[in-house]
């Protein structure tokens, strides 16, 4: 993991919350992923971390919250436990 990414480490919040810090870090939008009840299922997500898509992390947490099915990604609190490069 890069220097870049070590501040997330232990970050805690939405999902959403996450998605723009990402973003900030020039890395995509997690927000427009369809599959987020297999990665919540996995507890991590893989994340290109350029405009090419040639470079990616795996952000690993901890679900800290979830209100329900039809509002996974605006309700759904996480803590950041590991970031890998992938």
Known sequence: M?????DLLGFEGSII????KLECLGCED???FS???EILEHR???VSTDE?????IKVHFDVTF???EDEVIEAT?????NIEKY
Do not use: A, Q
């Not at 890069?2 to 070590?6: E, G, L």
């Open 2 to 6: 890069t220097d870049k990414f070590k």
């Open 52 to 56: 090419c898509g040639d470079n990616h």
């Open 30 to 32: 997690i927000c427009y």
């Open 77 to 81: 609190n996480i803590k950041i436990t």
């Open 66 to 68: 979830t209100n329900g």
């Open 44 to 46: 991590s997500v893989v």
């Open 17 to 20: 919350d996450l998605s723009n």
């Open 35 to 37: 599959n987020w009840s």
